[in-house]
């Protein structure tokens, strides 16, 4: 059972990292026909939207990099192995997808305030092949958003790249046909409170996982009243739960027996621990400590 899920998580990653490959690398070339493009067009609009994607791609990269680190194996030095690293790429993420957005906003407003002349028609064409590039890179991690939080960072990042090309088109059309060029930045601030929005969950998520927090999903007190109903279970205490990633929950307790137990007794109580957590509340990695009123202080968070 064990092999094959290993074999199953193995391949799994393979697939994530070869899409996150693939999103990179398309992401990079749309920068590059982007700014060929706002340069040709006189489109401030189209530069800020490569320059947006620029500092996706690098984000990108790194969601790339950090997720090869994270497969590999744990070492005597890093016995947890490599899979925080990921949850540290995604919080710079969040922080840089938080950066650029506050700096879009700050381009519009400038452009509200000062519009500029706009080659409407080249403008439209650039961004509509950079939409359609766009969403061919959203397609190879649109499956994998749920299942890392790396990936889903990265993710994000492409959805912002695909807001502004559908905001740039749009833009397009109105500043070719209408010469409203007003437009364009508006809808940067209405796709800018989506993206703040999102980004501001991956940080947070991000964060509690970093400092330890206990997971949201965990309740320490009905853990604690449950496991208690097992019959030779007298007081569960020095309680601690935490995220190594965004799958990983580990648990850990002291928990004190209503007689002495010997060692080889224990085991029985301990598989029946172990399912409890297992089934009821999705908790695989476990470390428990029996006594038999060895600790003075039993409370639950110490």
Sequence with gaps: MSHHHGHHEKHANGKIGKNLLLATLLNFIITLFEIAGGILSNSYALISDAIHNLGDTVSMALAYFTHRLSTRTATPKQTYGFKRVEIIAAFLNGISMLVIVLYIFKEAWERIQNPEPIHGLTMIIVATVGLVANLLAVSFLQHH?????NVRA??????????????VVIGGIFIYRFQIFWLDPVLTFVIGIYILKETFSIIRQAYLILIQATPPEIDLNKIKKTLENIPAVENIHHVHAWKLNDNDIHFECHIDLKEDFRISETETILNHVKAVL??????????????YNCCVNKAMIY
């Design 278 to 291: 297992r089934e009821d509340f999705n908790i695989e990695h476990t470390t428990i400590q029996f006594e």
């Design 154 to 167: 990265a993710y994000l990042h492409l959805i912002g790249d695909t807001l502004s090309s559908v905001l």
């Design 145 to 149: 958003r749920k299942e890392n939080l």
